[in-house]
């Protein structure tokens, strides 16, 4: 079985005072020029406590489709910074994410899904910290998944997730989400 190295408490106080911060805080930015990019507008709702995440509603405030049931609605996104080189297989990222975020995620319900962002930064801090938003949207280095009908997690910390290398969330991407969120489609689990 493939082992995937979680980021420990070790890990993360080590990089505290060079990543940490800056991961959560390219997150909100790449998200900020993701939602402008696609005429969308962006809400941050929280930083995770450990740094490298943030969480965020991207607002649709416009009849996307013709058929469309939703004109003005939110979608909920999670986003998970990370500088480490991960593992490919089967052209999937292999993530370790913590349990119970996991969970909840897994959770949603299916007329209000919720979408995680896999955001693979270089591994050089000095390459981090030139970068903005808009490199992070141009450079294509955020992957979407939505968790609903996923596995239940194993008892351990943190699970094995594996988000497809061509699930790149561009504006063009954020906006076709949206609008099959407008139109009541399902979003599932890929295996």
């Not at 049931?69 to 292999?94: C, H, M, N, W, Y």
């Not at 351990?156 to 969120?181: D, G, K, M, Q, Y």
Request: aromatic fraction near 6%.
């Amino acid at each position: 079985m493939l082992q995937i190295p979680a980021e420990t408490p070790a890990m993360a106080t080590q990089a505290l005072s060079v990543c940490d911060d800056i991961r959560s805080t390219l997150g909100l930015a790449y998200f900020q020029a993701l939602a402008s990019q696609a005429s969308l507008s962006c809400t941050l709702i929280g930083c995770h406590p450990d740094g490298a995440g943030v969480d965020v509603l991207f607002h649709v405030r416009e009849k996307l489709d013709p058929q469309a049931r939703l004109q003005e609605f939110s979608i909920d996104f999670q986003l998970r910074a990370t500088s480490r080189g991960l593992p490919i297989v089967d052209s999937k990222l292999l993530f370790s994410l913590e349990a119970e975020r996991y969970e909840t995620l897994r959770n949603a319900v299916t007329e209000r899904p919720r979408f995680i962002v896999l955001l693979c930064l270089p591994t050089d801090a000095d390459e981090i910290d030139a970068l903005s938003g808009e490199d992070l949207v141009a450079l294509r280095r955020g992957r979407w998944l939505c968790l609903a009908g996923a596995p239940q997690a194993s008892n351990s910390p943190s699970t094995p997730v594996r988000f497809p290398t061509w699930n790149v969330l561009t504006p063009v991407t954020l906006r076709e989400i949206a609008r099959r969120v407008s139109l009541g489609s399902r979003f599932f689990h890929e295996q």
